[in-house]
């Protein structure tokens, strides 16, 4: 059985940081890119950046500098460093598999003063 569980997620200041993870169990964690969407009240989902099974990182233009992720196959947990946080990044965020379909329940993310 798959399961993403996400994590991290909670209030910040803007230009705040927090680290996102996900963790992965019940497919082969090393052999599958991996992404990070968001979803904002009233707002369309939107890929934030996705993570290749090589280590290719992509990034939505508005996160580029500001976002990183990254993987530990070991762990099989997915990151998203996220720094210089904007109100505008407040949104639900989860982890997602595309060849399987498969999403995290999201964790909140807002970024208030």
């Known amino acids: 059985q798959v399961q993403l569980v996400e994590s991290g997620g909670g209030l910040v200041q803007p230009g705040g940081s927090l680290r996102l993870s996900c963790a992965a169990s019940?497919?082969?964690?090393?052999?599958?890119?991996m992404s990070w969407y968001r979803q904002a009240p009233g707002k369309e989902r939107e890929l934030v950046a996705t993570?290749?099974?090589?280590?290719?990182?992509n990034y939505a233009d508005s996160v580029k500098g500001r976002f990183t992720i990254s993987r530990d196959n070991a762990k099989k947990t997915v990151y998203l460093q996220m720094n210089s946080l904007k109100p505008e990044d407040t949104a639900v965020y989860y982890c997602?598999?595309?060849?399987?379909?498969?999403w995290g329940q999201g964790t909140q993310v807002t970024v208030s003063s």
């Open positions: 997602y598999v595309r060849p399987g379909n498969w």
């Open positions: 019940g497919f082969t964690f090393s052999t599958y890119a």
């Open positions: 993570i290749g099974s090589g280590g290719t990182r």
